[in-house]
Every structure is written in structure tokens, then in C-alpha cells.
């Protein structure tokens, strides 16, 4: 039991570090270094190479920075459509097929399937640019607020 205390509970020097962050970091933190290579309405297509500060434990891209670039990248397929916004979060879910290392190039390929007044979804993709090897797969579905009628 201790052990998970401790594997959940940042102390000491991490946590000071922590403490330092600016508020809002986290989308830059995993979105920095990428790249547009295409973009059209309903899909983009990002590249980047996996940077050290994104790695898990074992030395790979960490499943959380995956999920991430499925929201965000997902989210800016949205806006393809002239959306005002990109609206919230419903559910989100991410299969992990493969591992990316350090230095690896890696393509993001966001998809939406659809975009309506109230609900958008999308699929993205993340594979190894060089192979074509699938990393993930990802879908996302948001809710677009409703504008008020007032």
C-alpha cells in the first residue's frame, strides 16, 4: 500500500518543480516542435519528433501525451468547419498498438467524421512517419455549446 502512497504522491524536489509550472502548461508542455504538413476541411495532418520530456517510464511516448494529441489535434479537425469553438469533452478513448522512442519521427492524422450542430466526432491516428506503423488510434467526441438564443 505504501508503494502506490508513494508512486501517486509527488514529494519533496518534484514536487517543488511542479509547484514552479505556469498555470496552462500542459497543452504546450506536449504540443511543442509540431508541425502542420496538411491541413483541408476535415483533416490534418501534423508531424513531430518524440522529445525526451514526453517519455514514460520505459523510455517510450507516454500514453498520456498520445491521448493527448488525440484531443488536440482531434479538436483542431473541428475547426476545419468553421466551428466557433471546439467544444468539451465527452468521451475519449485511445488504443495503443505500438511504442514511439526518443527522436522518432511521428505523423498525427486527425479525421472528423462528423461535425454537426451539437456533437462532433473524429478519428485520429498516430503512426511512425518512416514505416507507416500504426502508434494509435484514437476517437473523440465532443460537445459543441450551444450558442444562447438571448
Keep these: 500500500m505504501e508503494s502506490a502512497r508513494r508512486y501517486?504522491?509527488?514529494?519533496?524536489?518534484?514536487?517543488?518543480?511542479?509547484?514552479?509550472?505556469?498555470d496552462k502548461f500542459f497543452e504546450p508542455f506536449v504540443m511543442k516542435g509540431i508541425q502542420v504538413d496538411r491541413i483541408e476541411r476535415g483533416t490534418i495532418v501534423c508531424s513531430f519528433k518524440v522529445p525526451p520530456r514526453l517519455l514514460n517510464g520505459g523510455g517510450f511516448l507516454h500514453g498520456g501525451a498520445t491521448a493527448t494529441l488525440v484531443d488536440l489535434v482531434?479538436?483542431?479537425?473541428?475547426?476545419t468547419f468553421g466551428a466557433p469553438t471546439v467544444?468539451?469533452?465527452?468521451e475519449i478513448n485511445v488504443s495503443y498498438l505500438d511504442a514511439a522512442y526518443p527522436g522518432e519521427e511521428v505523423?498525427?492524422?486527425?479525421?472528423?467524421l462528423r461535425?454537426?450542430?451539437?456533437?462532433a466526432v473524429v478519428s485520429v491516428e498516430i503512426r511512425k512517419?518512416?514505416?507507416?506503423?500504426?502508434?494509435?488510434?484514437g476517437r473523440h467526441t465532443k460537445y459543441l455549446a450551444l450558442s444562447s438564443k438571448l
Design 87 to 90: 467544444g468539451v469533452s465527452v
Design 8 to 22: 501517486l504522491e509527488k514529494e519533496g524536489e518534484t514536487a517543488a518543480v511542479m509547484d514552479a509550472l505556469p
Design 74 to 79: 482531434g479538436s483542431a479537425a473541428i475547426l
Design 115 to 119: 461535425v454537426g450542430k451539437a456533437v
Design 129 to 137: 512517419k518512416k514505416t507507416g506503423k500504426i502508434i494509435a488510434q
Design 107 to 112: 505523423e498525427v492524422e486527425a479525421k472528423a
